[in-house]
T-cell receptor, first 109, second 114 residues
Framework: NAGVTQTPKFQVLKTGQSMTLQCAQD?????MSWYRQDPGMGLRLIHY???????DQGEVPNGYNVSRSTTEDFPLRLLSAAPSQTSVYFC????????FGSGTRLTVV | AQSVTQPDIHITVSEGASLELRCNYS??????LFWYVQSPGQGLQLLLK??????LVQGIKGFEAEFKRSQSSFNLRKPSVHWSDAAEYFC????????????FGQGTTLQVKP
């Protein structure tokens, strides 16, 4: 029972590059979210999904895209990375409480 | 709009001492309240949650929290801290029990002295 799996765990990007952060869950939870964590700011919601085919913006969506073609997968895309997107990214499922992945530490240089 | 404030950025306690981490929220209706713990390099783990009913809720690892509506608070407590409790603790508030649109506080880092 893996729970929420995020890949990669670490990534360094150059400004302007694109990449996709992968997130997969095996708990059959409908609700999934992406958060970013920055020092002194807690976690801020980027995008969320209430089920396959349905996504919506959170508090800080600019510069990020998501899609939800299956219940299991919820990838986060950075179209043109910027240094301000240097952060730790967490994917999570919600079912009366969050289950978090172990995070992706992204550095944009 | 909801907001969450954790007044203490960093707390140091001695092993075996009692612990209280403060959390104040702002929300006009009945809040749904959570405490999470994050060990270094790890994701967040749910300690406990309050949806309704008894205002004193018990969680994992010997933690408890009390919801006080009059004070808009949801403070986390533990009678005797262990060295393994050193971590960062986050309070969060939501507007519904079955959606994940939570607002997190800034976090409190707990250091435990031997």
């Amino acid at each position: 029972n893996a729970g929420v799996t995020q890949t990669p765990k670490f990534q360094v990007l150059k400004t302007g590059q694109s990449m996709t952060l992968q997130c997969a869950q095996d708990m059959n939870h409908e609700y999934m979210s992406w958060y970013r964590q920055d020092p002194g700011m807690g976690l801020r919601l980027i995008h969320y999904s209430v089920g396959a085919g349905i996504t919506d913006q959170g508090e800080v969506p600019n510069g990020y895209n998501v899609s939800r073609s299956t219940t299991e997968d919820f990838p986060l895309r950075l179209l043109s990375a910027a240094p301000s997107q240097t952060s730790v990214y967490f994917c999570a499922t919600f079912n009366y409480g969050y289950t978090f992945g172990s995070g992706t530490r992204l550095t944009v240089v | 709009a909801q907001s969450v404030t954790q007044p203490d950025i960093h707390i140091t306690v001695s092993e075996g001492a009692s612990l209280e981490l403060r959390c104040n929220y702002s929300y006009g209706a009945t809040p749904y309240l959570f405490w999470y713990v994050q060990s270094p390099g790890q994701g967040l783990q749910l300690l406990l949650k309050y949806f309704s009913g008894d205002t004193l809720v018990q969680g994992i690892k010997g933690f408890e929290a009390e919801f006080k509506r009059s004070q808009s608070s949801f403070n986390l407590r533990k009678p005797s801290v262990h060295w393994s409790d050193a971590a960062e603790y986050f309070c969060a508030v939501g507007t519904s029990s079955n959606t994940g649109k939570l607002i997190f506080g800034q976090g409190t880092t707990l250091q435990v002295k031997p």
